[in-house]
């Protein structure tokens, strides 16, 4: 820890810098997926790239805030609580796919919907199912790597704040 502070100290924009990278990565790479490999998300799937777009936003304010200041580090815990967000919808897409719970994308109609419900959604284009895998690694589904990094994610980030905190408060 004390050569990350070190390190932090020397280029204080890096937490913020490396933050906007992994959003990019990530984005780019989902992108990738859907439309050069042709594999088509679904709306969980979707959801899943809302936290890595806000937390690139909130670190280019991290980027752009004065060294140890509150916009740094308010954005930082923006994007902390971005990846929080990540890895719970992560994981919930996850115990979809293994069927640890039913999500009303799995493909199937819940017995609560109304007549009118029914019809529209068999008149409506067909969504993919959110409980299908089309994305697997080493026999593990992409929603499990994505939940893990969105958590690892998280703790860098946070871990990272308490270090500019503490080389503020020093100032």
Request: charged content about 10%.
């Amino acid at each position: 820890m004390n050569n990350l502070s070190t390190l932090i100290a020397q280029k204080p924009k890096l937490p913020g810098l490396l933050i906007f990278l992994v959003c990019v990565v990530a984005l780019s790479t989902a992108y990738f997926v859907q439309f050069v490999s042709g594999i088509d998300p679904c709306i969980l799937c979707l959801y899943q790239r809302i936290p890595y777009a806000a937390a690139g936003l909130f670190a280019v304010f991290a980027i752009m805030g004065r060294p140890g200041g509150f916009t740094q580090q308010t954005a930082l815990i923006g994007c902390g609580i971005a990846f929080i967000c990540g890895a719970s919808i992560a994981f919930y897409h996850f115990g979809v796919e293994e069927f640890w719970w039913e999500a009303s994308c799995s493909g199937t109609q819940g017995l609560t919907s109304s007549l009118q419900d029914l019809k529209s959604s068999i008149m409506s284009e067909a969504l993919k199912p959110c409980d299908k895998k089309d994305w697997v690694i080493f026999g593990i589904s992409i929603t499990a790597y994505n939940t893990l990094a969105n958590i690892v994610f998280a703790l860098s980030t946070f871990t990272s704040l308490v270090i500019i905190r503490k080389i503020a408060s020093h100032k």
